[in-house]
């Protein structure tokens, strides 16, 4: 807007979509409080105050949880399938449990039946009839397809084959003996586990968001910081190519600048690549915001004083200009992350994000599709992995909406 | 001086478009080889074959000189270049998408801007209300749920009614009557067409009204779909600067002089509020015609994003181009006009 003259920007006057950012108000108590209370003590409780924000972090824990553990929760392995003869599980239903004894009527320990897969002559579908004849009890903590623990598995596998950090356990939270099997929510068309396959995809799914963020967050409060804070020519520049970037609507950019890598690379390395484009091509709002921020920063008093004693350049926007915006930082990251989710479920959706074996939520729900929208309504478990997307967008959203409360009380809508 | 503003203003575009455009030239210039590389492997064409082809698009040039008589013709003939792949002048090739593209958003566009108002407004004059409470939990829902998820539930939502449709439609009976004319399909137990743009086998028997009906039934489920994100985004927006501008004290200095109270919501307070809505119609055109994107893709709706994807893959590269540019165009035209409306409303914006 420039050349228009509008009187100064106040908490009304913002971009719509995106984070709303505000001026942060330092050393700005929200409400009268006791004498002694520091900053940090004020935010944490008015944080727990906003109980759908602590219900969301509790959910997210829970997420990340399953995410990190989903090789000992999961019964199956991430691309194990069973699609063959007897043990075809094509689309099979979710798992039946019983608890009951069919003949007492006394509870007893939980125990499947065997599936027999029988095709129906008519109509071609693949029907599954249970074997009433051997009952197969769910056990516990059982053996199955061996994978690395959890906190070796968070060191990516090169590095880790390099070392020769490959230590395997095969213990499972639950399971049951072969030809039983146990499908919590159904299989896909090769006969995958679909709850296995959720957690697993969780790990895509929601570290990509963070990780994109992160790098946002870091080019859109340094280059926005620079603008703001040192001005002149570079500010132009800058500001120049946050519009050029602007102009170019973010889906069509993300897809030219996917089209630069191969389609069907490892999924290490898309994962790589899908972060990166994220986090370049989205900084340039955060940075618009943050360079506003600076603007007025520079101005305060504790700037100046540290320009007086001679602080360099650099250490006065990272020490003391920067910190400023925090405030507006923890949301807006917050409030990124969700955004992120969905561009990658919508990737992977398109068959441009992560590619099979490997799974994410969107990519799940492609598959899905692949098996023909005509047949959703016989097998309504393929829809599983959007409800996750959704409650996963949701609590971050809450998560958002509560830091924001919290943190610049100013701005509670 | 409203003129002398326009005209610096559309000035001002120009090397933003030059910029904006350069960069997505270099970029998808920049993937690894080009659209002959598909032909590389066929043992009819030889080499020769391949660089005469490079020459025809002149795809043997340096990148720079692409892009500057690419520009120029854009300039000079208003023409986008020939795609590679159709063999057809881009203008040809990206014009009925960009159409299907806008009926489908252009419908949302409007269908949000005429919801967004009241909703945000009652929502606001109620705050804390079983209905704020309501559409606040709706907007969150809108905001969360992907759009190509939301629109395959839609999708088998219908089919779901679709057996009991068809028994329907067999038994005959009051209950057929009542529902022919407010199903799409009563015979073959669709509410609405689940895919496409048009009825394909009957299109050429139609009168143009029956065509328009039978857009508008095509139209129902994906504008459902592309309104609602937009929407619950939207709602909470102006929903916050209402509630703001409610607790101002020029509200407060209207309400105690005696103007009546939809006086003191919708010319005081309103007015103000809908600054950012305005200030927004720049970018919610793209947001729209992405977001968009994935639903034309799940209903086979032949648009912008379908064709950008494929000609992205192709390495397609005038076509890619064609389409960014009008999607630029779109925008910048979206980010003016928000800037000229926003002066129109608010008179505290000087042209200088």
């Given at each position: 807007?420039?050349?228009?003259?509008?009187?100064?920007?106040?908490?009304?006057?913002?971009?719509?979509?995106?984070?709303?950012?505000?001026?942060?108000?330092?050393?700005?108590?929200?409400?009268?409080?006791?004498?002694?209370?520091?900053?940090?003590?004020?935010?944490?409780?008015?944080?727990?105050?906003?109980?759908?924000?602590?219900?969301?972090?509790?959910?997210?824990?829970?997420?990340?949880?399953?995410?990190?553990?989903?090789?000992?929760?999961?019964?199956?392995?991430?691309?194990?399938?069973?699609?063959?003869?007897?043990?075809?599980?094509?689309?099979?239903?979710?798992?039946?449990?019983?608890?009951?004894?069919?003949?007492?009527?006394?509870?007893?320990?939980?125990?499947?039946?065997?599936?027999?897969?029988?095709?129906?002559?008519?109509?071609?579908?693949?029907?599954?009839?249970?074997?009433?004849?051997?009952?197969?009890?769910?056990?516990?903590?059982?053996?199955?397809?061996?994978?690395?623990?959890?906190?070796?598995?968070?060191?990516?596998?090169?590095?880790?084959?390099?070392?020769?950090?490959?230590?395997?356990?095969?213990?499972?939270?639950?399971?049951?003996?072969?030809?039983?099997?146990?499908?919590?929510?159904?299989?896909?068309?090769?006969?995958?586990?679909?709850?296995?396959?959720?957690?697993?995809?969780?790990?895509?799914?929601?570290?990509?968001?963070?990780?994109?963020?992160?790098?946002?967050?870091?080019?859109?409060?340094?280059?926005?910081?620079?603008?703001?804070?040192?001005?002149?020519?570079?500010?132009?520049?800058?500001?120049?190519?946050?519009?050029?970037?602007?102009?170019?609507?973010?889906?069509?950019?993300?897809?030219?600048?996917?089209?630069?890598?191969?389609?069907?690379?490892?999924?290490?390395?898309?994962?790589?690549?899908?972060?990166?484009?994220?986090?370049?091509?989205?900084?340039?709002?955060?940075?618009?915001?943050?360079?506003?921020?600076?603007?007025?920063?520079?101005?305060?008093?504790?700037?100046?004083?540290?320009?007086?004693?001679?602080?360099?350049?650099?250490?006065?926007?990272?020490?003391?200009?920067?910190?400023?915006?925090?405030?507006?930082?923890?949301?807006?990251?917050?409030?990124?992350?969700?955004?992120?989710?969905?561009?990658?479920?919508?990737?992977?959706?398109?068959?441009?994000?992560?590619?099979?074996?490997?799974?994410?939520?969107?990519?799940?729900?492609?598959?899905?599709?692949?098996?023909?929208?005509?047949?959703?309504?016989?097998?309504?478990?393929?829809?599983?992995?959007?409800?996750?997307?959704?409650?996963?967008?949701?609590?971050?959203?809450?998560?958002?909406?509560?830091?924001?409360?919290?943190?610049?009380?100013?701005?509670?809508? | 001086?409203?003129?002398?503003?326009?005209?610096?203003?559309?000035?001002?575009?120009?090397?933003?478009?030059?910029?904006?455009?350069?960069?997505?030239?270099?970029?998808?210039?920049?993937?690894?080889?080009?659209?002959?590389?598909?032909?590389?492997?066929?043992?009819?064409?030889?080499?020769?074959?391949?660089?005469?082809?490079?020459?025809?698009?002149?795809?043997?040039?340096?990148?720079?000189?692409?892009?500057?008589?690419?520009?120029?013709?854009?300039?000079?003939?208003?023409?986008?270049?020939?795609?590679?792949?159709?063999?057809?002048?881009?203008?040809?090739?990206?014009?009925?998408?960009?159409?299907?593209?806008?009926?489908?958003?252009?419908?949302?566009?409007?269908?949000?801007?005429?919801?967004?108002?009241?909703?945000?407004?009652?929502?606001?004059?109620?705050?804390?209300?079983?209905?704020?409470?309501?559409?606040?939990?709706?907007?969150?829902?809108?905001?969360?749920?992907?759009?190509?998820?939301?629109?395959?539930?839609?999708?088998?939502?219908?089919?779901?009614?679709?057996?009991?449709?068809?028994?329907?439609?067999?038994?005959?009976?009051?209950?057929?009557?009542?529902?022919?004319?407010?199903?799409?399909?009563?015979?073959?137990?669709?509410?609405?067409?689940?895919?496409?743009?048009?009825?394909?086998?009957?299109?050429?028997?139609?009168?143009?009204?029956?065509?328009?009906?039978?857009?508008?039934?095509?139209?129902?489920?994906?504008?459902?779909?592309?309104?609602?994100?937009?929407?619950?985004?939207?709602?909470?927006?102006?929903?916050?600067?209402?509630?703001?501008?409610?607790?101002?004290?020029?509200?407060?200095?209207?309400?105690?002089?005696?103007?009546?109270?939809?006086?003191?919501?919708?010319?005081?307070?309103?007015?103000?509020?809908?600054?950012?809505?305005?200030?927004?119609?720049?970018?919610?055109?793209?947001?729209?015609?992405?977001?968009?994107?994935?639903?034309?893709?799940?209903?086979?709706?032949?648009?912008?994003?379908p064709a950008f994807v494929a000609a992205v893959k192709a390495q397609d590269l005038y076509i890619v181009m064609g389409l960014l540019t009008v999607s630029a165009v779109l925008l910048m035209i979206g980010n003016f006009l928000s800037d000229v409306l926003l002066g129109l409303?608010?008179?505290?914006?000087?042209?200088?």
């Open positions: 807007m420039a050349g228009m003259q509008q009187p100064p920007p106040t908490p009304t006057g913002q971009p719509l979509g995106g984070p709303v950012p505000g001026a942060p108000v330092p050393g700005a108590p929200p409400k009268a409080t006791p004498l002694g209370t520091s900053h940090a003590s004020i935010v944490r409780s008015q944080f727990r105050k906003h109980r759908l924000a602590m219900f969301s972090l509790f959910l997210l824990a829970l997420l990340y949880a399953g995410a990190l553990f989903a090789d000992f929760i999961a019964p199956y392995g991430e691309g194990q399938s069973f699609r063959r003869g007897e043990m075809n599980r094509s689309y099979a239903p979710p798992t039946t449990i019983y608890w009951t004894d069919p003949e007492t009527g006394r509870l007893t320990r939980p125990f499947v039946y065997p599936v027999v897969p029988s095709r129906d002559v008519q109509t071609l579908r693949v029907t599954y009839v249970e074997d009433r004849a051997s009952p197969t009890p769910i056990r516990f903590f059982v053996q199955g397809p061996a994978y690395v623990p959890p906190p070796l598995s968070l060191v990516p596998v090169g590095i880790r084959n390099q070392l020769g950090w490959n230590w395997r356990v095969s213990t499972h939270l639950f399971g049951v003996e072969a030809p039983a099997t146990i499908y919590l929510w159904g299989a896909d068309q090769f006969g995958r586990d679909v709850f296995g396959r959720i957690l697993f995809g969780a790990r895509i799914s929601l570290t990509i968001g963070i990780m994109a963020s992160l790098i946002a967050l870091v080019l859109g409060l340094l280059l926005g910081g620079i603008a703001g804070y040192l001005g002149g020519v570079l500010d132009d520049v800058l500001m120049r190519l946050v519009e050029v970037f602007a102009t170019i609507p973010s889906l069509f950019l993300l897809l030219a600048l996917r089209a630069l890598f191969p389609i069907e690379i490892n999924p290490t390395a898309i994962f790589v690549v899908l972060v990166t484009i994220l986090g370049f091509i989205s900084w340039g709002p955060i940075a618009r915001v943050v360079r506003g921020l600076a603007l007025s920063l520079r101005e305060e008093e504790y700037v100046q004083a540290a320009r007086a004693l001679g602080a360099r350049q650099a250490r006065v926007l990272l020490r003391h200009v920067l910190p400023g915006t925090a405030a507006y930082a923890i949301v807006a990251f917050s409030l990124l992350i969700p955004s992120f989710i969905l561009t990658e479920a919508g990737l992977s959706f398109l068959g441009l994000g992560i590619s099979e074996p490997a799974s994410s939520w969107g990519l799940m729900l492609a598959v899905a599709q692949e098996g023909g929208i005509q047949t959703f309504t016989q097998r309504p478990w393929m829809l599983l992995p959007g409800l996750f997307i959704f409650i996963a967008v949701l609590a971050f959203n809450f998560l958002g909406d509560g830091l924001r409360d919290a943190l610049d009380p100013k701005l509670r809508t | 001086m409203v003129l002398s503003y326009v005209i610096r203003r559309l000035v001002q575009m120009i090397p933003t478009f030059l910029g904006a455009t350069l960069l997505a030239f270099l970029i998808i210039q920049a993937a690894p080889g080009d659209f002959t590389d598909r032909f590389a492997l066929d043992p009819n064409i030889d080499p020769e074959q391949l660089q005469r082809m490079r020459e025809r698009f002149a795809l043997d040039q340096p990148v720079l000189v692409q892009y500057a008589n690419w520009m120029w013709s854009i300039v000079r003939y208003g023409y986008l270049g020939e795609s590679f792949s159709y063999r057809a002048p881009v203008n040809a090739v990206i014009y009925p998408l960009v159409l299907n593209s806008m009926s489908l958003v252009l419908v949302s566009l409007v269908l949000t801007y005429v919801l967004t108002i009241p909703i945000a407004v009652y929502s606001a004059v109620r705050q804390y209300s079983l209905g704020d409470k309501v559409v606040t939990f709706l907007s969150f829902l809108g905001l969360a749920i992907p759009n190509f998820f939301f629109i395959l539930i839609l999708i088998t939502g219908v089919l779901f009614l679709q057996p009991t449709l068809r028994q329907v439609a067999a038994e005959g009976g009051t209950v057929e009557q009542v529902l022919r004319p407010i199903t799409y399909d009563l015979d073959r137990g669709l509410v609405f067409p689940v895919g496409g743009m048009r009825t394909s086998q009957r299109v050429e028997q139609m009168s143009g009204w029956e065509r328009f009906v039978d857009r508008v039934w095509h139209l129902v489920l994906p504008v459902v779909v592309v309104t609602t994100a937009s929407l619950a985004s939207l709602v909470r927006v102006l929903r916050g600067q209402m509630l703001e501008f409610l607790r101002a004290d020029f509200v407060r200095t209207a309400a105690a002089k005696g103007v009546p109270p939809r006086g003191v919501v919708y010319k005081h307070a309103l007015r103000n509020a809908l600054n950012p809505l305005i200030s927004g119609i720049g970018t919610l055109l793209p947001s729209l015609v992405g977001g968009a994107g994935l639903v034309e893709f799940v209903i086979r709706w032949p648009g912008i994003t409303v608010d008179p505290r914006i000087r042209y200088s």
